[in-house]
């Protein structure tokens, strides 16, 4: 039942009139009465007979059953718009992303959501991947933007290369191999270790970087030699190769996680991630 019929209805009850109803809903008299002449076609019964003096309105036995039922709907309805107004205002979508994610990808993020999503507030926490999968699992993020190995479920995902790299001066031949490395828990930290192993290479951490520059900035030092995804590769650096002692190193999938089911603010920022790191169309599976 249209719930402005609902309202005309028990004002006409509550005013004791068609007359006063009218002045307390700033609507003319005959179009209360045109609005009580609907729902009682809805309904098919009268509801409402007018006083014999004319100045009052009777129930009928079918308008005292409405009443009760439809003070019950007028309620439900202003309380489902007040709790849907306000979570329209104040969504909130806690995302996680990943510390090893390029600039531009992480700039993109953010400035996109911002500007596509302006009644979504994100919490974005930065972090490592390890860090990150447990905090989600623990129900700590609605969704996380984080590395791991192929082909394992996601929302979304794509392949990255990462290679060796060095600066132009290091000797890439000095035993054991200087490296460095982002924290323990990083995919290409356990990647590049098993495949110095797997040729019998040994290997020394010469430097642990909490981020991508601290990482860049050891390499461009000379400091030692990292593995790094192609995109976030310093410029001038020294691409190492098998030939030289250095193996390729598995492929990671970058992977947008959400456990099931999202909110509707999540599936909102999901699909728009969707759109801009992966490219894939909002709402295409």
């Known amino acids: 039942m249209d719930s402005d019929l609902l309202k005309a ?35 098919g019964q009268t509801l409402l007979l007018r006083h014999p003096a004319g100045r009052n309105v009777l ?24 709790i849907v107004s306000s979570a329209k205002k104040n969504a909130v979508v806690r995302l996680g992303i990943t510390e090893d994610l390029s600039l531009r990808s992480l700039t993109t993020i953010l400035r996109s959501c911002r500007a596509a999503l302006p009644a979504i507030t994100l919490h974005v926490t930065s972090a490592w991947g390890d860090a990150l999968k447990t905090l989600h699992s623990a129900g700590e993020f609605d969704l996380i933007v984080a590395k791991q190995a192929s082909h394992l479920p996601g929302l979304a995902a794509r392949s990255e290369r990462a290679i060796w790299v060095a600066s132009p001066e290091i000797d890439a031949g000095q035993d054991p191999v200087p490296l460095v490395v982002f924290p323990l828990g990083c995919l290409y930290r356990s990647y590049g270790t098993a495949a110095l192993e797997g040729v019998g290479r040994s290997w020394r951490i010469a430097f642990t970087g909490q981020g ?11 400091i030692g030699v990292a593995i790094l995804p192609e995109d976030i590769t310093p410029p001038r650096m020294r691409r190492l190769r098998a030939s030289e002692g250095f193996p390729p190193i598995p492929s990671v999938d970058l992977a947008l996680i959400g456990s099931a089911p999202l909110s509707l603010p999540a599936r909102r920022v999901a699909d728009h991630l969707e759109e801009i790191l992966f490219r894939r169309k909002a709402g295409v599976a």
């Not at 991508?212 to 000379?222: I, K, Y």
């Open 9 to 43: 209805f028990l004002t006409v009850v509550d005013a004791g009139g068609f007359t006063r109803a009218a002045d307390r809903l700033a609507r003319t008299q005959s179009t209360i009465s045109q609005q009580i002449r609907r729902l009682e076609e809805e309904l």
């Open 59 to 82: 129930l009928t036995p079918a308008g005292e059953l409405l009443i009760g039922y439809a003070r019950k709907l007028l309620e439900i309805s202003e309380e489902a718009r007040s």
């Open 212 to 222: 991508v520059a601290a990482v860049q900035a050891a390499v461009s030092a000379g």
